[in-house]
């Protein structure tokens, strides 16, 4: 690739963890080997030593550097702070994209972008919502307001890139507006995360990985496992990784539950090196766009029960019996009795990996990224 034709993008976003920290780092190093130059723009406050040892892996692909200032998660007067300060930071970088992912990191890059386009910068602002405010519901007044400020940030959108056809309906349903020129661009799996992973020999009955919070369901989870173990009328083991503000939360209710000695928790820790430690993975969010461990737990031929919320049918498949609606702590343990009982029958209602490849590669997602940018800037 010719210097010419490198772009110069820079990902904006809030906090360092979860799926959309995957889904940059991802494009982060597929678009390096591309020749281009990428520059990430973060919040300096959350995260921790897992966080640290991501970002340290990825910092050869950065020609563009790594920034981290404070930036909060709730709406308030420390974001004209922080807009000044990244603006005078994204100045030096002269970037031809900006992409701000999630709620926050889409306002700051969609703002911040148009700033440098009054200094005469030909800058292109796209933003990925990954859920974001589309949680909110639109009959609540926070969701309103939310909604109210994402209408007023499209006239300083160039693109929407979407991660699954869920998230692009809700956009439209919630925020409507004459929405910006849009694509639905699939999470993708890099190829070494095809490879199939083995439980350990005293691996648990069943694996919770994920953030500490209402909503990914850890709640619901530890309900369920109580509410199986009297399904299958004997004891169940399971493992919780992860890390939150809730965490306390969730380890007094195992407490309660009298689950402590069969349930373990363990911090956050890389997702092929967690997928050894449970048999039958259990993904039991209220609220999901396409989440990335669905991906690599079933890319990696594990056997997984998740609720049916966001993009996740989707990846298994619209009525997959694998699906169980979501907060029905009954529903989910009868499906997790079943696991336990007849281990085959869960695994044979998982995707195959020929279909997976196909549809959520992350060489393809890096593509018509890639391809999307240039659209918009021409």
């Given at each position: 690739?010719?210097?010419?034709?490198?772009?110069?993008?820079?990902?904006?976003?809030?906090?360092?963890?979860?799926?959309?920290?995957?889904?940059v780092r991802d494009l982060v190093e597929l678009h390096y080997e591309a020749g281009h130059k990428v520059g990430i723009l973060c919040d300096s406050t959350t995260g921790g030593a897992h966080e640290d040892a991501l970002f340290d892996g990825i910092r050869?692909?950065?020609?563009?550097?790594?920034?981290?200032?404070?930036?909060?998660?709730?709406?308030?007067?420390?974001?004209?702070?922080?807009?000044?300060?990244?603006?005078?930071?994204?100045?030096?970088?002269?970037?031809?994209?900006?992409?701000?992912?999630?709620?926050?990191?889409?306002?700051?890059?969609?703002?911040?972008?148009?700033?440098?386009?009054?200094?005469?910068?030909?800058?292109?602002?796209?933003?990925?919502?990954?859920?974001?405010?589309?949680?909110?519901?639109?009959?609540?007044?926070?969701?309103?307001?939310?909604?109210?400020?994402?209408?007023?940030?499209?006239?300083?959108?160039?693109?929407?890139?979407?991660?699954?056809?869920?998230?692009?309906?809700?956009?439209?349903?919630?925020?409507?507006?004459?929405?910006?020129?849009?694509?639905?661009?699939?999470?993708?799996?890099?190829?070494?995360?095809?490879?199939?992973?083995?439980?350990?020999?005293?691996?648990?009955?069943?694996?919770?990985?994920?953030?500490?919070?209402?909503?990914?369901?850890?709640?619901?989870?530890?309900d369920a496992i109580a509410r199986a173990e009297q399904i299958a009328d004997r004891p169940l083991t399971a493992v919780m990784i992860g890390d939150g503000d809730e965490k306390e939360n969730y380890r007094q209710m195992l407490d309660r539950n009298g689950?402590?000695?069969?349930?373990?928790?363990?911090?956050?820790?890389?997702?092929?090196?967690?997928?050894?430690?449970?048999?039958?993975?259990?993904?039991?969010?209220?609220?999901?766009?396409?989440?990335?461990?669905?991906?690599?737990?079933?890319?990696?031929?594990?056997?997984?029960?998740?609720?049916s919320v966001g993009g996740i049918p989707e990846i298994f498949g619209a009525g997959s019996e694998a699906l169980v609606p979501s907060e029905n702590v009954e529903a989910l343990a009868e499906a997790m009795a079943r696991a336990v009982q007849q281990p085959?029958?869960?695994?044979?209602?998982?995707?195959?990996?020929?279909?997976?490849?196909?549809?959520?590669?992350?060489?393809?997602?890096?593509?018509?990224?890639?391809?999307?940018?240039?659209?918009?800037?021409?």
């Open positions: 690739m010719s210097a010419s034709d490198s772009l110069r993008i820079l990902h904006c976003f809030r906090s360092p963890v979860g799926g959309i920290f995957r889904h050869p692909y950065l020609d563009l550097g790594l920034t981290r200032t404070p930036i909060r998660r709730s709406i308030g007067p420390s974001d004209l702070v922080a807009l000044v300060r990244c603006t005078n930071e994204i100045k030096k970088l002269q970037p031809d994209i900006i992409h701000g992912h999630g709620a926050k990191g889409g306002a700051l890059a969609r703002l911040i972008g148009s700033r440098l386009r009054v200094s005469r910068s030909r800058v292109a602002r796209f933003y990925s919502p990954h859920g974001g405010s589309l949680h909110y519901s639109d009959s609540r007044l926070s969701g309103k307001f939310y909604f109210l400020v994402e209408r007023l940030l499209e006239r300083f959108t160039d693109g929407l890139a979407f991660v699954s056809d869920y998230e692009r309906k809700a956009y439209l349903s919630k925020v409507g507006g004459a929405a910006p020129p849009n694509r639905l661009i699939y999470n993708g799996l890099m190829e070494r995360e095809f490879e199939d992973i083995r439980p350990a020999n005293d691996a648990a009955d069943f694996l919770y990985i994920g953030m500490m919070r209402q909503l990914k369901g850890p709640d619901i989870f530890i689950l402590l000695e069969r349930v373990a928790l363990h911090a956050a820790m890389p997702v092929r090196e967690a997928l050894r430690l449970g048999r039958t993975v259990i993904v039991p969010s209220r609220a999901e766009s396409l989440p990335y461990l669905v991906l690599e737990a079933l890319a990696a031929g594990r056997p997984m029960i998740a609720t085959h029958d869960i695994e044979s209602l998982m995707p195959t990996k020929t279909a997976l490849h196909e549809r959520f590669s992350a060489k393809r997602m890096a593509t018509d990224m890639v391809d999307f940018y240039r659209a918009r800037l021409a």
